[in-house]
């Protein structure tokens, strides 16, 4: 509402209309009604200074806005730092805004310039390292397997993370850091030795307490690892006994089964033994009963030939027969012709 010296904002309004602005407004910078449009609002826009001459505007020059534009399309990062993992590798630690860090391994060459620019102390280091996180945070969102994780979220799955109930990390008198934890199921512990890229992303970490929770499984692994072990094999062992009696029981009902079906089997056989041999003994019956039925016939019918002796007439037909055995015999008896054997 104040008027600046010589400066008329009912003059500049009029001008402004003319050209073809239908609402025009005014703000202060510094007061509460401050306007402070991201740069993004400039894109496709002429940015024009002009200066008022009586009732016009006169163009004085443009300005090219396009780099803030971009600039302003761009992610921006609460934080961007080099760490090294377990293994002193390189990664960078990207922490978009608004959004989950994350680390990735940049190329050698990218690493070389970093280090390179940070050793020569220029004054482009701080550009060098949004033009890298905008780089790698581009390539992380086209290829997330890229991404790696330093902070344990999802590194320590084989081990039972519960077990750790307290940690501490701090350092000693001689500034070696050192991580105590108190685990269940374990008697007390000596601090273990933190390594300096550990501790630095201790620091930098979204969850400190959660990082110092996996930093204790990764430093104290054996020990939940021997726990989880002995858990194991007690559990092993119990599956193998209730395997063996499983076992033992099938091989006993199996020898039973076994023992049954001989039983069952002998005894079938001597029954069919019994049987054959009644048969047997049957059939032998009945054979020396028809044997001695031949022979009795065999020996009445040799009594009674014996008992037979040859009349006249017989004589004289074995007579004749035996000079003509080829020839039908013919011998008339009475009123009838016989013919005998």
Not at 106 to 125: E, G, V
Not at 183 to 188: P, V
Not at 194 to 215: F, G
């Amino acid at each position: 509402n104040n008027e600046v010296s010589g400066m008329s904002k009912q003059r500049i309004e009029h001008a402004l209309q003319k050209e073809g602005f239908q609402s025009v407004k005014f703000y202060n910078p510094d007061g509460a009604l401050g306007y402070h449009p991201d740069d993004s609002y400039f894109a496709g826009k002429d940015i024009t200074v002009a200066r008022l001459k009586n009732w016009q505007l006169e163009d004085i020059s443009k300005i090219d806005v396009s780099d803030a534009v971009s600039q302003s399309k761009q992610v921006g990062f609460d934080r961007i730092q080099m760490v090294q993992d377990d293994n002193k590798r390189w990664a960078m630690y990207i922490k978009p805004e608004g959004q989950k860090a994350f680390s990735i391994y940049p190329d050698k060459a990218d690493l070389n310039r970093f280090f390179t620019t940070l050793k020569q102390a220029q004054d482009t280091m701080d550009s060098l390292r949004v033009e890298l996180a905008q780089k790698y945070y581009a390539m992380a969102e086209t290829k997330p397997d890229l991404k790696v994780d330093l902070f344990g979220s999802g590194q320590h799955n084989e081990v039972d993370m519960n077990r750790i109930q307290k940690v501490n990390v701090f350092k000693a008198k001689n500034d070696v850091i050192l991580c105590a934890a108190t685990i269940d199921g374990a008697d007390k512990l000596q601090p273990r030795v933190v390594s300096p890229s550990q501790w630095q992303r201790m620091w930098i970490a979204e969850d400190k307490n959660e990082y110092k929770k996996h930093l204790a499984a990764t430093l104290f692994a054996d020990i939940l690892q021997k726990g989880q072990t002995q858990e194991q094999t007690a559990s092993e062992k119990q599956v193998d006994e209730t395997e063996v009696k499983q076992e033992t029981q099938v091989s006993t009902d199996k020898n039973e089964e076994e023992h049954r079906e001989y039983h069952e089997e002998e005894n079938k056989q001597a029954s069919s033994e019994e049987k054959t041999y009644i048969r047997e003994e049957k059939d032998a019956t009945v054979q020396r009963d028809n044997n001695a039925t031949v022979e009795k016939k065999e020996e009445t019918k040799g009594k009674q030939k014996e008992e037979t002796k040859d009349t006249p007439i017989m004589k004289q037909w074995k007579e004749l027969k035996a000079k003509h055995p080829d020839a039908l015999l013919l011998f008339r008896v009475g009123d009838f012709y016989e013919m005998y054997e």
